[in-house]
C-alpha cells in the first residue's frame, strides 16, 4: 500500500505529495485550490525502474531511469531519465488499483483516469 511521506514544500511552489512503498512512489504537485497540476509515477523501484510523468501542459510522458550504476570499483552516479516511450498501461493501471486503495479520493480518481485515457484530454 502507498503511504504518504510528508514533504515540505518551497515556498511560491505548488504543495508537493509523496506516497511510496517498496516497489512504487507517486509524487503529486498540487495548485492552490488543490487540483492537480502534474504527477509522476514511478515503479518497479530497483529492476527496470520506470517514470511515468504527467503534466496539465504536455499529457503524459515516459521514461526509463538510469540508476547511475554503471561499473564496478566506479562511484555511483546520480539517476537520470531517459527515453522510453512504450507503457504498458494496465500494469501501471494495476499498480495504482493494488497499492492505491489509501490515496486521497480525488488523487486515486485523477491518476487512474489518466492512465485509463492516455492521450485524451479530460475534465480536470
Given at each position: 500500500?502507498?503511504?504518504?511521506?510528508?514533504?515540505?514544500?518551497?515556498?511560491?511552489e505548488p504543495v508537493k505529495r509523496w506516497f511510496t512503498d517498496h516497489n512504487t512512489d507517486l509524487f503529486v504537485w498540487l495548485a492552490e485550490d488543490e487540483s492537480i497540476?502534474?504527477?509522476q509515477?514511478?515503479?518497479n523501484k530497483g529492476q527496470n525502474e520506470h517514470a511515468?510523468?504527467?503534466?496539465r501542459d504536455q499529457g503524459l510522458?515516459?521514461?526509463?531511469?538510469?540508476?547511475?550504476?554503471?561499473?564496478?570499483?566506479k562511484m555511483k552516479k546520480s539517476p537520470i531519465l531517459v527515453q522510453?516511450?512504450?507503457v504498458d498501461y494496465s500494469?501501471?493501471?494495476?499498480?495504482?488499483?493494488?497499492?492505491g486503495q489509501e490515496l486521497p479520493a480525488f488523487i486515486y480518481n485523477f491518476?487512474?483516469?489518466t492512465l485509463e485515457h492516455p492521450g485524451q484530454e479530460t475534465i480536470r
Amino acid at each position: 500500500m502507498l503511504k504518504e511521506i510528508p514533504v515540505i514544500s518551497e515556498e511560491n511552489e505548488p504543495v508537493k505529495r509523496w506516497f511510496t512503498d517498496h516497489n512504487t512512489d507517486l509524487f503529486v504537485w498540487l495548485a492552490e485550490d488543490e487540483s492537480i497540476l502534474r504527477f509522476q509515477l514511478c515503479y518497479n523501484k530497483g529492476q527496470n525502474e520506470h517514470a511515468l510523468t504527467w503534466t496539465r501542459d504536455q499529457g503524459l510522458s515516459h521514461h526509463a531511469v538510469d540508476d547511475g550504476e554503471e561499473k564496478v570499483m566506479k562511484m555511483k552516479k546520480s539517476p537520470i531519465l531517459v527515453q522510453n516511450g512504450r507503457v504498458d498501461y494496465s500494469g501501471v493501471q494495476k499498480i495504482i488499483r493494488d497499492t492505491g486503495q489509501e490515496l486521497p479520493a480525488f488523487i486515486y480518481n485523477f491518476v487512474l483516469e489518466t492512465l485509463e485515457h492516455p492521450g485524451q484530454e479530460t475534465i480536470r
